[in-house]
């Protein structure tokens, strides 16, 4: 019987949404909106993204938010989206 192993560490899809945002606040950005995560990783796949892997993204995101790695800051909603930040008082 096999038992798929779990892994330790994040997965690649997170790394890669991590750096999108540290590559951002390199830039002088104070936190990215979705939006703008969605937009830079259009970009490097070749201008658009399947909603299964938009869907994707987001579960990355919103894991990468739950293990504190990644501060999210504001209130949310259409107008005021919620920014996203690393947190590097939990970085490992």
Same mark, same amino acid.
């Given at each position: 019987?096999?038992?798929?192993?779990m892994s330790?560490? *994040?997965g690649?899809?997170?790394r890669? *949404?991590k750096?999108?945002i *540290?590559e951002?606040?390199? @830039?002088?950005? =104070?936190?990215? /909106?979705?939006?703008d995560? =969605?937009?830079? /990783?259009?970009?490097?796949n070749?201008? #658009? !993204? =399947?909603? /299964?892997?938009? =869907? #994707? !993204? $987001?579960?990355a995101? $919103?894991t990468?938010?739950?293990?504190?790695?990644v501060?999210r800051i504001g209130?949310?909603?259409?107008? *005021?989206? @919620?920014r996203y930040?690393i947190?590097f008082?939990? !970085?490992?």
């Amino acid at each position: 019987m096999y038992i798929p192993r779990m892994s330790k560490g *994040l997965g690649t899809l997170q790394r890669a *949404l991590k750096q999108t945002i *540290l590559e951002a606040e390199n @830039y002088g950005a =104070r936190g990215v /909106t979705f939006a703008d995560i =969605r937009r830079a /990783t259009a970009m490097k796949n070749g201008g #658009s !993204l =399947r909603p /299964t892997f938009e =869907r #994707s !993204l $987001k579960r990355a995101l $919103k894991t990468l938010v739950d293990r504190g790695q990644v501060a999210r800051i504001g209130v949310g909603g259409r107008w *005021l989206p @919620y920014r996203y930040a690393i947190n590097f008082m939990r !970085l490992r």
